[in-house]
């Protein structure tokens, strides 16, 4: 599926040049992982080994876990993709290339098929190494693929064609009818029916409206937003231009987004003004009487203003706190007009059903989830990254073969965490769960906006929902009682429990409590504050209880319950462990087994990890 | 804690400020992100001069400022040691970074040095989850941290910060 994708359009980019290319990812994730000295180095080399080359950087392609990711394509020739691409391999790379005609096997992940172009033997394609497998890339088919700042690259693969299209040949209702044939449902976590949305704002009263682009993308392991804003910028432009065509000629649209990330806002602001010069942006766009024009927004570092109401309350310059629905937004918006409000990831997909068409998109996806979903993985699997796959697929296989496991071998899964603070954490049992809106909210989590944490054996359930209960309980923006005090109590609880001070009854309380603070909160931050902990309880009760009764961590993460000993059987009193100590806690002679003096005990694990014979636990 | 002297804010550039922005609603946030990007922080003279220039009473400027955890009410360091503690980084590991700054540089989590040139603050989720741990200083992102990686971080900007302070 994902070669029908890529052959459609993907490379005409380089089936139009007749240089060779070198791509560098630099999205966050490559900047993180060294990608700037690396481009300034491949100058620098193609300088001075005076290639007549194209050194493009690019977005997310979703190996983050490969970064720096360098792509190399000759005329004529696939495109050949380097992982983890360090000084000394790029010289090696370089020379396999454009000395002996041929690529460096050792550190080529895959080829990417250029249509038309020769394959190289002896490398598997993109599509069939076990990463991109399972993927159907539509939003993020670009991501990687293109360069972000250029305006022409976005328009080779595509872009605004679909924006032509609407104003040469449809009427805002075709628009919508597509929309809601394509059973798109909102991306933000809600899962809303777009077309839905679009037709209530379009049958508000008045000729005032707004469209609005959420870019708040708050909960903590979720990076889908990010990689498309970073990597494909225009597309959500484009949607939001289709979107302002679709609900009655808005005049006006804002991009609200997180100050933590100041890349993305970078990449915006540029993708904006090319699309002002090129006029698919401001007046009359393309000659029709369609005008409209763009604002970013900066946010301010609260994660509330994710939910709509307080984002808008944000973007007019107020605290951001959620107001009662109704109003709805698509009723009374900012500046109280019908506004439509969306999330990056759904307007981005717009423009792809508009040239697909709604039944295309619908033919992906499970029955009431279409169309394909992006997910953010990450925690300790080996592939983290960002992957898109058809909604409906199984969790065991996004973690297992498109996410390659676990990254510690002998470490095995103990649970994914799906749908950041408003989600759940679903077991081993649940692996065969598909993903999409309705079976996930069964297994007890919800597929929220994206993220998917991978947590192996060694870490703690408990911990983990504490982790978001904190989280949400220094989120809460206050108006409410019961979600401000609430969450409170409850992270009290949780917090007594990890220190060894659980008490029996103390589940029975969170589970009221949670019960209490769901059906009594204003906006869905409180909501949903409770369901970390409630699926965790029904999956992990025996873990709680360890903690309780037994004043026990398995997953050895709670400081306050762990006590490092040495076992007298095992010790072969070499003394490793030792000399690791940061605080001096082992004592060791020669010949005698080690002592650890749990008062000066850090519990840096320093030296189980240094015992060679698994004497300390 | 350090306790260091409040800039002098300067009136003209505040007013024109609001010149700018003032007579647009809902631009109260962008006024303070624009005055913390000159001043790294938002004196409370500037918010005064604000509330008397745009006739904005000043339980509301104060209402915005400490709703937001971006905005900063005290002077901070010349390097922003932003860890994050999302999920994905808190998995792997997140706690023994701030650990670790905490005690070399003796600070606690919103807290700057002695001279002003750290100050540790840890953030949730930098959208970079595929590398935790991560942390970000001045927008510049690092990932795949671990203690040890922390503190060369820390002698590496304590260095640069050396050598740029040097008479040339
Ligand atoms: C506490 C909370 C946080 C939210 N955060 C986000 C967010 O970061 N990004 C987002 O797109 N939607 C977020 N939402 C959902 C929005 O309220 C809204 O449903 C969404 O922007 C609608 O767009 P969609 O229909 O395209 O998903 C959040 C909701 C709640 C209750
Ligand atoms: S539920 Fe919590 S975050 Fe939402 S409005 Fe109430 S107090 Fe604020
Ligand atoms: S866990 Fe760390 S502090 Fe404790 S005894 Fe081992 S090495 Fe020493
Ligand atoms: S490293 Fe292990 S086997 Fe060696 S002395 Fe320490 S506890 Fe004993
Ligand atoms: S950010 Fe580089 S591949 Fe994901
Ligand atoms: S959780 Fe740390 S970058 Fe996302």
Redesign the interface.
Same mark, same amino acid.
């Given at each position: 599926m994902l070669t029908e994708v890529l052959e459609d359009s993907s490379l005409q980019l380089e089936e139009r040049s007749s240089l060779p290319v070198i791509h560098i990812g630099m999205a966050?994730?490559g900047?993180?992982?060294g990608a700037k000295a690396l481009h300034e180095l491949i100058l620098k080399e193609v300088a001075s080994r005076n290639l007549a080359v194209k050194v493009v950087p690019t977005g997310c392609i979703g190996m983050?876990?490969n970064?720096p990711l360098v792509d190399i394509t000759m005329p004529g020739k696939n495109r050949v993709s380097y992982r983890n691409v360090k000084p000394n391999t790029l010289t090696q790379i370089l020379d396999a290339h454009f000395n002996k005609n041929e690529f460096a096997k050792k550190y080529a992940v895959c080829q990417i098929p250029v249509p038309g172009a020769e394959p190289f033997a002896g490398l598997p394609l993109m599509q069939e190494i076990p990463f991109f497998k399972g993927q159907v890339k539509i939003v993020s088919k670009r991501c990687g693929m293109i360069d972000p700042l250029s305006i022409d690259d976005y328009i080779a693969m595509d872009g605004y064609a679909a924006l032509r299209k609407v104003l040469s040949s449809m009427t805002p209702e075709q628009v919508i009818d597509e929309v809601t044939k394509s059973g798109l449902r909102g991306r933000g976590g809600g899962g809303f029916p777009t077309g839905v949305k679009w037709n209530l704002t379009r049958k508000a009263p008045g000729p005032e409206k707004y469209v609005v682009c959420n870019a708040d993308?708050?909960?903590?392991?979720?990076?889908m937003d990010?990689s498309v804003l970073e990597g494909d910028p225009h597309s959500v432009i484009e949607g939001m231009i289709l979107a302002a065509f679709a609900v009655g000629h808005a005049r006006k649209g804002y991009i609200y987004c997180r100050?933590?990330?100041?890349?993305a806002i970078k990449r915006l602001q540029k993708a904006i003004n090319d699309a002002r010069e090129r006029n698919f942006l401001g007046d009359n766009i393309l000659g029709s009487d369609l005008s409209f024009d763009l604002e970013i =927004?900066?946010?301010?570092?609260?994660?509330v203003c994710g939910e709509e109401t307080a984002l808008l309350a944000?973007?007019?310059?107020?605290?951001?706190?959620p107001w009662p629905k109704p109003p709805f937004p698509a009723q009374k918006g900012v500046?109280g007009k019908p506004s439509v409000i969306n999330n990056v990831e759904t307007l981005a997909n717009i423009g792809h059903i508009i040239l697909g068409g709604g039944e295309w998109y619908a033919s992906y996806g499970s029955e009431k989830t279409k169309g394909t979903k992006t997910f953010?993985?990450?925690?300790?699997i080996k592939n983290?990254?960002?992957i898109e796959v058809p909604a409906g697929t199984p969790l065991r296989e996004i973690v297992f073969s498109i996410g390659g496991g676990m990254v510690e071998k002998k470490i095995p899964f103990k649970a994914a965490?799906l749908g950041?603070p408003s989600g759940g954490c679903i077991p081993t049992s649940g692996l065969d769960t598909p993903v999409d809106f309705e079976n996930v909210v069964s297994a007890g989590a919800i597929m929220g906006s994206g993220?998917i944490?991978v947590?192996d054996e060694a870490?703690c359930i408990v911990d983990?929902a504490k982790?978001?209960l904190k989280?949400t309980q220094d989120e809460s923006?206050g108006e409410c009682t019961p979600c401000r005090v609430g969450s409170k109590i409850m992270l009290d609880i949780l917090t007594r429990i990890t220190e060894g001070k659980g008490q029996e009854g103390d589940l029975d309380e969170l589970v009221r409590l949670s019960m209490y603070i769901k059906s009594n909160s204003l906006c869905g931050l409180g909501g949903a504050a409770p369901n970390p902990v409630l699926s965790t309880i029904r999956y992990f009760r025996e873990e709680y209880e360890a903690h309780i009764r037994d004043k026990r961590c398995p997953g050895t993460v709670c400081n306050d319950l762990i006590k490092y000993v040495v076992i007298e059987e095992d010790c072969t009193t070499c003394g490793l462990c030792e000399p690791v100590c940061p605080s001096g806690s082992v004592t060791w002679e020669k010949g005698e087994v080690a002592h650890i003096d749990l008062t000066t005990c850090i519990r840096c694990k320093a030296c189980v990890d240094a015992c060679k014979f698994r004497a300390i636990i | 804690m350090s306790q260091t002297k409040h800039i002098e804010v300067d009136q003209d550039f505040i007013e024109n400020l609001c010149d700018e922005f003032g007579n647009r609603?809902?631009? *109260? *946030?962008?006024i303070?992100?624009r005055i913390q990007e000159k001043y790294g922080y938002v004196p409370a003279d500037a918010l005064d001069m604000i509330g008397e220039y745009l006739e904005i009473p000043k339980s509301k400027m104060y209402? *915005?400022l400490t709703?937001?955890?971006?905005?900063y009410r005290e002077p901070r360091g010349k390097y922003v040691l932003k860890i994050c503690v999302?999920?994905?980084?808190?998995?792997?590991g997140a706690g023994l970074l701030v650990d670790k700054v905490k005690e070399e540089l003796k600070i606690e989590p919103g807290e700057n040095t002695e001279d002003m040139l750290f100050t540790l603050e840890p953030?949730?989720?930098?959208?970079?989850?595929?590398?935790?741990p991560?942390a970000?200083v001045t927008?510049?992102?690092?990932? =795949?941290l671990s203690p040890d990686k922390m503190l060369g971080l820390i002698k590496d900007l304590e260095s640069e910060h050396l050598s740029a302070s040097e008479p040339a």
């Amino acid at each position: 599926m994902l070669t029908e994708v890529l052959e459609d359009s993907s490379l005409q980019l380089e089936e139009r040049s007749s240089l060779p290319v070198i791509h560098i990812g630099m999205a966050t994730c490559g900047l993180a992982s060294g990608a700037k000295a690396l481009h300034e180095l491949i100058l620098k080399e193609v300088a001075s080994r005076n290639l007549a080359v194209k050194v493009v950087p690019t977005g997310c392609i979703g190996m983050c876990h490969n970064e720096p990711l360098v792509d190399i394509t000759m005329p004529g020739k696939n495109r050949v993709s380097y992982r983890n691409v360090k000084p000394n391999t790029l010289t090696q790379i370089l020379d396999a290339h454009f000395n002996k005609n041929e690529f460096a096997k050792k550190y080529a992940v895959c080829q990417i098929p250029v249509p038309g172009a020769e394959p190289f033997a002896g490398l598997p394609l993109m599509q069939e190494i076990p990463f991109f497998k399972g993927q159907v890339k539509i939003v993020s088919k670009r991501c990687g693929m293109i360069d972000p700042l250029s305006i022409d690259d976005y328009i080779a693969m595509d872009g605004y064609a679909a924006l032509r299209k609407v104003l040469s040949s449809m009427t805002p209702e075709q628009v919508i009818d597509e929309v809601t044939k394509s059973g798109l449902r909102g991306r933000g976590g809600g899962g809303f029916p777009t077309g839905v949305k679009w037709n209530l704002t379009r049958k508000a009263p008045g000729p005032e409206k707004y469209v609005v682009c959420n870019a708040d993308e708050g909960d903590p392991g979720a990076f889908m937003d990010r990689s498309v804003l970073e990597g494909d910028p225009h597309s959500v432009i484009e949607g939001m231009i289709l979107a302002a065509f679709a609900v009655g000629h808005a005049r006006k649209g804002y991009i609200y987004c997180r100050a933590e990330y100041p890349l993305a806002i970078k990449r915006l602001q540029k993708a904006i003004n090319d699309a002002r010069e090129r006029n698919f942006l401001g007046d009359n766009i393309l000659g029709s009487d369609l005008s409209f024009d763009l604002e970013i =927004k900066e946010g301010a570092g609260a994660y509330v203003c994710g939910e709509e109401t307080a984002l808008l309350a944000s973007l007019m310059g107020e605290r951001g706190m959620p107001w009662p629905k109704p109003p709805f937004p698509a009723q009374k918006g900012v500046w109280g007009k019908p506004s439509v409000i969306n999330n990056v990831e759904t307007l981005a997909n717009i423009g792809h059903i508009i040239l697909g068409g709604g039944e295309w998109y619908a033919s992906y996806g499970s029955e009431k989830t279409k169309g394909t979903k992006t997910f953010a993985l990450t925690g300790s699997i080996k592939n983290t990254g960002l992957i898109e796959v058809p909604a409906g697929t199984p969790l065991r296989e996004i973690v297992f073969s498109i996410g390659g496991g676990m990254v510690e071998k002998k470490i095995p899964f103990k649970a994914a965490q799906l749908g950041g603070p408003s989600g759940g954490c679903i077991p081993t049992s649940g692996l065969d769960t598909p993903v999409d809106f309705e079976n996930v909210v069964s297994a007890g989590a919800i597929m929220g906006s994206g993220g998917i944490v991978v947590m192996d054996e060694a870490a703690c359930i408990v911990d983990t929902a504490k982790f978001f209960l904190k989280f949400t309980q220094d989120e809460s923006c206050g108006e409410c009682t019961p979600c401000r005090v609430g969450s409170k109590i409850m992270l009290d609880i949780l917090t007594r429990i990890t220190e060894g001070k659980g008490q029996e009854g103390d589940l029975d309380e969170l589970v009221r409590l949670s019960m209490y603070i769901k059906s009594n909160s204003l906006c869905g931050l409180g909501g949903a504050a409770p369901n970390p902990v409630l699926s965790t309880i029904r999956y992990f009760r025996e873990e709680y209880e360890a903690h309780i009764r037994d004043k026990r961590c398995p997953g050895t993460v709670c400081n306050d319950l762990i006590k490092y000993v040495v076992i007298e059987e095992d010790c072969t009193t070499c003394g490793l462990c030792e000399p690791v100590c940061p605080s001096g806690s082992v004592t060791w002679e020669k010949g005698e087994v080690a002592h650890i003096d749990l008062t000066t005990c850090i519990r840096c694990k320093a030296c189980v990890d240094a015992c060679k014979f698994r004497a300390i636990i | 804690m350090s306790q260091t002297k409040h800039i002098e804010v300067d009136q003209d550039f505040i007013e024109n400020l609001c010149d700018e922005f003032g007579n647009r609603e809902g631009t *109260v *946030v962008q006024i303070l992100q624009r005055i913390q990007e000159k001043y790294g922080y938002v004196p409370a003279d500037a918010l005064d001069m604000i509330g008397e220039y745009l006739e904005i009473p000043k339980s509301k400027m104060y209402g *915005v400022l400490t709703f937001y955890s971006q905005f900063y009410r005290e002077p901070r360091g010349k390097y922003v040691l932003k860890i994050c503690v999302g999920t994905a980084c808190h998995v792997r590991g997140a706690g023994l970074l701030v650990d670790k700054v905490k005690e070399e540089l003796k600070i606690e989590p919103g807290e700057n040095t002695e001279d002003m040139l750290f100050t540790l603050e840890p953030v949730s989720c930098l959208g970079s989850c595929a590398l935790a741990p991560m942390a970000m200083v001045t927008d510049t992102a690092y990932g =795949k941290l671990s203690p040890d990686k922390m503190l060369g971080l820390i002698k590496d900007l304590e260095s640069e910060h050396l050598s740029a302070s040097e008479p040339a």
